[in-house]
C-alpha cells in the first residue's frame, strides 16, 4: 500500500468526465494499481477513484508535455505556467475501457510504500446467526419457561430462524433480523400463515426480534399481532460466555 499526501489536482475522462481543483489531499495506491483519491472532510467514500483492472503511469511533467506515446490524449494540459510547479503526474488507465484518471502533484509532504501482506478478511460480529444462536441459548428472553424446539424450523417456504414453546405450550415462531423493517414482518406473517395450517402445532404465535426495530414495523407487527423484541446484542454474548461484565 502507497500513500501519498499532496497538494494535487484531478481529471478524470472517459465514459465520464470529472474534475478535481488543487488542493491538499491522501492518495492510496494499492498492489493491483487501484488508485483512490480522499480529502480531510465529507464522505466516507474517496472523491475519486480508478478501480482495477487498471495500469499505473508515473510520469514528469516534461513527459506529459513531450511524450505522445506514452500519454494518451485525455491528459491534463499542462502550461508553460503550471509545468515548473508539477513535480509528478500519476496516469492510471482502466484495463477494459477508455477511462483515464490522471492525477496531478504539486507538492509532496509523503510518498510512503507499506506491504501490509495477506488479509484475514472482514469477520462480522453480531450477525443474524449470532443473534439466533445466542437467543436460542437464552430462549426464555421470550419469557419464562419458554422451552427451544429447534433452530431452522423447516417450512416449505424456507426455514423459521427460531421454533420455541412458551410456559403454555403454545409454540413461538421467531424471525430474527439485526435492523428489522417491514420485510421482515411480512415474512413472519407468511411463516405464521403456513404453520397455522399444521394442527399438531397451530395455533403458533410470532416474535419479530432484532436489534433495532423501525416504527412502520413495529406498527404493522403489531397490527398483525406479532411481538416485537429488541435483542442487546453485546448483553447476550457476555451471558453467553459467562464472562462477568459490569453492567
Known sequence: MRIVVAD????????LKA???????VLLIKADSSCLIFSEIGSYKPLNWMCAPCTLKELEPESEQTSQESV????VPVTAEEAPQIQKIFKVSATKSSDVLTVSLYHIYLDQ??????D??????????HLQHYLSQQIER?????KLVRREYPTAIGPVDIMAVDKDGQHVAIEIKRHGGIDGVEQLTRYLKLLNRDPLIAPVRGIFAAQTITQQARVLA?????????LDYEEMKGEDSGEMTLF
Not at 474534475?19 to 489531499?25: D, I, M, T, Y
Not at 421470550?142 to 419458554?146: N, P, T, V
Not at 403489531?222 to 429488541?230: A, M, T, V
Open 8 to 15: 494535487c489536482s484531478a481529471e478524470y475522462s472517459g465514459r
Open 222 to 230: 403489531e397490527d398483525r399481532g406479532l411481538e416485537c423484541l429488541i
Open 120 to 129: 484475514p478478511g472482514l469477520v462480522k460480529d453480531g450477525v443474524e446467526d
Open 113 to 118: 510504500a507499506f506491504e501490509l501482506g495477506q
Open 19 to 25: 474534475s478535481l481543483p488543487r488542493a491538499k489531499r
Open 142 to 146: 421470550i419469557g419464562k419457561g419458554a
Open 72 to 75: 494518451p490524449v485525455q491528459a
